[in-house]
């Protein structure tokens, strides 16, 4: 009855439901109901094991029961929400009670939804429906900037917390600032409490830019996607940029070597030896031998000149370089 768990399972012809139940009547009707209509079915009869099929198949929905042995689904949707790789994901509730409290309770928990048992499937596929529209063109969405190389995070102002983001973005994330857990960076953060006022008057912020090395790693206020009183969610758009295009060209414009050309390319960033001995792990006194060697080629006698050079050459060649 369970479609075969894994981390890149096929969108193209059906949207994927993890039905979570512990009682096997209930999982046998909704997924006969909803493989007849189409969906891929997942299912987990703990709270334990939901969250480990959410965070492996990455289901576009989760129908959860409220009340089950051991981990209830307030904790089930609670620690889904609250892990940057399943917060994304909606949320319905089935449950049994249906005292206000109860129901309050579920979508404090985080769910969007909530239908009540005994289950009626055409109910269900309906509430579904309606949440899966706007799953389906999220996911498309942040899909298509990955494709074309923008990757995407979600953050919440209030606390800094880390609601999503795109494969590409964990990487980026990843190999900028270490490994990422359920909160932004700090520096992500302040940058977006800082101008997130513009930004909700529609003056687009300056851009967080981070390095690393010759790459350079460029954030982008994009809009609001959610609201609260301490400024809501956020979606930031990433894009990175590598000038090792820019460091061979100046390699080949002044017949330069690669090292020579990378030191020629902090020198016109405005880095001094020593950090350019750091940023290459060589040593100061290697660096300025490289130097030496630049200026002699180039035929010039100060730093600031084979600057000047190698910028107006990089002009020529990269239009966009600084941008």
């Known amino acids: ?10 969108r193209a012809n ?49 129908l959860l029961d409220a009340m089950m042995p051991g981990m209830d689904g307030f904790e089930v949707a609670r620690r889904l929400k609250a892990a940057p790789r399943t917060a994304h994901i909606p949320i319905i ?10 129901l309050v309770a579920a979508l404090d928990a985080g769910g969007v939804d909530y239908v009540t048992k005994p289950i009626k499937p055409k109910e269900v596929l309906a509430r579904m429906n309606v949440h899966m529209q706007g799953a389906r063109q999220a996911r498309q969405t942040r899909n298509a900037l990955d494709a074309f190389g923008y990757a995407s ?3 919440r102002v209030g606390d800094g917390r880390l609601l999503w983001q795109t494969p590409l973005a964990r990487e980026l994330l990843a190999a900028y600032y270490g490994t990422v857990g359920s909160m932004a960076p700090a520096s992500i953060v302040e940058w977006l409490r800082r101008h997130q006022a513009d930004a909700m008057q529609r003056v687009e912020p300056p851009r967080l830019t981070a390095e690393l090395g010759a790459r350079r790693l460029s954030f982008r206020l994009h809009q609001q996607i959610g609201q609260d009183e301490e400024g809501g969610d956020w979606l930031i758009v990433m894009r990175e940029v590598s000038d090792a ?16 050309a990378e030191v020629l390319y902090w020198v016109v960033k405005g880095k001094i030896n020593r950090d350019i001995a750091d940023i290459l792990g060589a ?13 002699a080629k180039l035929g010039v006698e100060t ?14 060649l990269h239009p966009s370089f600084g941008e």
């Open 93 to 102: 509730f089935m449950t049994g009670l249906t005292e206000t409290e109860h």
């Open 1 to 10: 009855m369970t479609a075969a768990l894994h981390p890149a399972l096929d």
């Open 245 to 260: 295009a820019v460091i061979e060209s100046m390699s080949l414009a002044f017949k330069l070597t690669a090292r020579e």
């Open 14 to 62: 059906s949207d994927v439901v993890l039905v979570v139940d512990d009682v096997p009547d209930n999982l046998a009707v909704l997924h006969d109901a909803l493989d007849e209509s189409g969906y891929t079915v997942l299912v987990a009869t703990s709270g334990a094991a939901a969250i480990a099929r959410a965070e492996q198949a990455l289901p576009d929905i989760v």
């Open 153 to 155: 995070i979600a953050v």
């Open 283 to 295: 040593s100061p006194a290697t660096v300025k031998k490289h130097l030496e060697r630049i200026l």
């Open 303 to 316: 730093r600031t000149a084979a600057a000047g050079m190698a910028m107006n050459r990089i002009r020529q």
